[in-house]
């Protein structure tokens, strides 16, 4: 049986952090706010594999009151849900994410996240999709307040 999950998260925008979208680091003036790396693209993926297989939230798998996680590579929760996926004896066809984000430039990166997403899942990259949209300038996100991602997972298993 196929089934599919959707993630969505969003982070702050502030200075003196770094920006890290899919484990890659955009080296951008400013950085997403968080309690571990912030990285929203990893964080929307998580979701999605979690909530196709009818899971809680990476909140409640990796709580931000857990000094655990504290600065943690988002990579590391990426692995956990690809762990429980093969749990239950289930397979990750594919994950989607759209990242949202008025600045800076996406595209010059998304090579390297679908790398590392595809790393840290353990598929090839070709079942990874990273695309990135600005808000075209409407709301928190247009006025750079913040960075979004969603995404989608569907896994296989078993009946
Ligand atoms: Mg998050």
Known sequence: MIHMGIG???HRLVEGRK???G???LHHTK???GHSDADVVMHAICDALLGALGESDIGHY?????SRWRNVASKVFLQEAARLVALRGGRIVNVDCTVIA????IAPFIHAMKGNISTALEIHPARVGVKATTNEGLGFLGREEGIAAMAVAGLELPT
């Open 8 to 10: 969505y998260d969003v």
């Open 19 to 21: 920006l890290v979208l």
């Open 23 to 25: 484990g890659v680091d």
């Open 31 to 33: 950085g997403l706010d």
């Open 62 to 66: 990796f709580p931000n009151t857990d």
């Open 102 to 105: 008025q600045t800076p430039k």
